[in-house]
């Protein structure tokens, strides 16, 4: 075993495991087999005093055959009346084979909206918590019966991740459909590289995942690799491995050469922090002059309306926002402490002048510095 991969897994005290629909899945629907190594597995890694999540994916595969859907479904309907049928045939599933060994599965179901609530993310915090606590496995999927498009994590990779930054955990150990992350596409370029380790995630790596997808799930390397940044933010390393790989997980526990592994970062987000650039979803922009731009983003500074040049979108007091450079591209995320109608009065405007505009004044700040994150290549916390 490497160093790096020997003080990542020798240190191991709580994991998510993210379970892809082509490894569970097949054209026919739920693989029984692969659920039950998988049930076999994760029992194994408990054992070891490891604590698991398990971010399933395999809903809507399991269901589509029921309503005579070929393939992925294509519509957001299609998909919730899929899942509907699915979600409890795969929750079945899971608890017949983790009571053959003795240990009991509960079944949590979010949307973007849970978790973008604060209340209810901490809510679903003491949640994992308390089943964790009493020994049971949670095991999460998105409700696609009731989400809608504003709202959806649209890929349980990325649900994985916001699932691994909420209960800080050592690892989020991704499994695939390919033994891990390729310079290019294995299946269309046989001179495709492997790479066991990537130290950070840049804009040149993402370029190598390129836009592939499976035909069962709605995930690709691409949202892979966005699922293994954000889980870099919050300090935690992950790994992508082939799910279908007979002892896969074992291998992985004990340290064996496979999979990738991708480093967390150096800097690790506070736990707020995490919050809002993980899990909130941006209602606005806000358009900074030069200035403004230097001292958020250099000095670590809290944006004032005086540096506001445009203010897009509709949004509310506490709504996240991105703050933007002149030419509307982001480079942090915050939280607005002033609605959009009252942010469109006093951008341009010093912070005496609030009161006099407005009639009333709730801070001086538009965005207060513990409520914003920088975001970009390279992601770096904001000091208080």
């Not at 049928?85 to 079945?92: H, N, V, W």
């Not at 809608?148 to 649900?159: A, S």
């Not at 074992?250 to 919050?275: H, P, T, Y």
Request: proline share 3%; with cysteine; net charge negative.
């Amino acid at each position: 075993m490497n160093t790096v991969r020997a003080d990542i897994l020798q240190n191991l005290k709580r994991v998510v495991i993210k379970v892809g629909s082509g490894v569970i899945s097949t054209a026919e629907g739920l693989d029984g087999v692969m659920i039950a190594q998988l049930a076999e597995d994760i029992c194994d890694f408990c054992a070891r005093g490891i604590e698991v999540i398990l971010v399933s994916s395999g809903a809507v595969a399991a269901g589509r055959n029921s309503l005579g859907i070929a393939g992925r479904p294509k519509t957001i309907p299609q998909k919730q009346a899929a899942a509907a049928i699915g979600q409890p045939r795969i929750m079945r599933a899971y608890k017949e084979v983790f009571q053959r060994h003795n240990r009991v599965a509960a079944q949590v179901l979010l949307t973007r909206d849970d978790l973008s609530n604060r209340r209810r993310y901490l809510n679903a915090h003491n949640t994992f918590d308390a089943l964790l606590e009493y020994g049971v496995t949670p095991i999460v999927n998105e409700n696609d019966t009731v989400v809608v498009e504003e709202i959806r994590f649209g890929d349980n990779d990325n649900l994985s991740a916001q699932v691994a930054s909420l209960m800080e955990v050592d690892l989020l150990l991704i499994l695939s459909d390919v033994a891990g992350f390729y310079d290019g596409d294995p299946a269309c370029d046989k001179g495709a590289q492997f790479l066991p380790l990537i130290e950070k995630i840049t804009p040149e790596v993402m370029a190598m995942a390129g836009s592939s997808r499976g035909t069962l799930g709605t995930g690709g390397m691409q949202t892979k690799l966005q699922a293994a940044q954000k889980a870099s933010l919050a300090g935690i390393p992950t790994m992508i491995v082939d799910g279908r790989a007979p002892g896969i997980l074992r291998q992985v526990i004990e340290g064996d050469e496979v999979g990738s592994l991708f480093l967390a970062s150096a800097s690790k987000l506070s736990a707020r922090k995490r919050w809002i650039a993980l899990t909130m979803q941006p209602s606005g922009k806000l358009l900074l002059d030069d200035g403004a731009v230097r001292a958020v983003a250099d000095s670590g500074k809290s944006l004032l309306p005086t540096g506001i040049v445009v203010v897009e979108g509709d949004f509310e007091r506490g709504d996240a926002v991105h703050i933007c450079d002149r030419n509307g591209i982001p480079f942090a995320i915050g939280v607005a402490s002033y609605n959009s109608v009252e942010l469109r009065q006093i951008k341009g405007h010093r912070c005496a002048e609030i009161e006099q505009i407005l009639g009333y004044q709730y801070r001086d700040e538009a965005v207060y510095r513990d409520n914003l994150v920088l975001i970009g290549d390279t992601v770096e916390e904001v000091e208080a």
